[in-house]
Nanobody
């Protein structure tokens, strides 16, 4: 079955960096668009970044543009999220997800497989 396992979360001070990784198995990874989402306490899950099946198209939420970088390694079946210049408002549980189609979308219902999430906490 499809499995997505996130890692790399933790506690960091504002201005610091973290790198999240998502290991994917049970599917042909190179055929799939992948996304990162996050959910803060009391808030709805929101799109963070997405990368197309071939890495040719990338999209970011306005709140993270210029600070976060999404990438994929098809040889290792992983998708990563490099997070720099972190802010307290980036505190959330971060999830990776597999897109249903080829296009990147910011709507979570367009993703059909999810990891268990990894906690990111940014202190001020």
């Amino acid at each position: 079955q499809v499995q997505l396992v996130e890692s790399g979360g933790g506690l960091v001070q504002a201005g610091g960096s973290l790198r999240l990784s998502c290991a994917v198995s049970g599917l042909t990874f190179s055929w799939n668009t992948m996304g990162w989402f996050r959910q803060a306490p009391g808030k709805e899950r929101e799109f963070v970044a997405g990368i197309s099946w071939n890495g040719g198209w990338i999209d970011y939420a306005d709140s993270v543009k210029g600070r976060f970088t999404i990438s994929r390694d098809d040889a290792k079946n992983t998708v990563a999220l490099q997070m720099d210049s972190l802010k307290p408002e980036d505190t959330a549980v971060y999830y990776c997800a597999r897109g249903r189609g080829l296009a990147i979308t910011q709507y979570d219902y367009q993703y059909d497989a999810w990891g268990q999430g990894t906690q990111v906490t940014v202190s001020s």
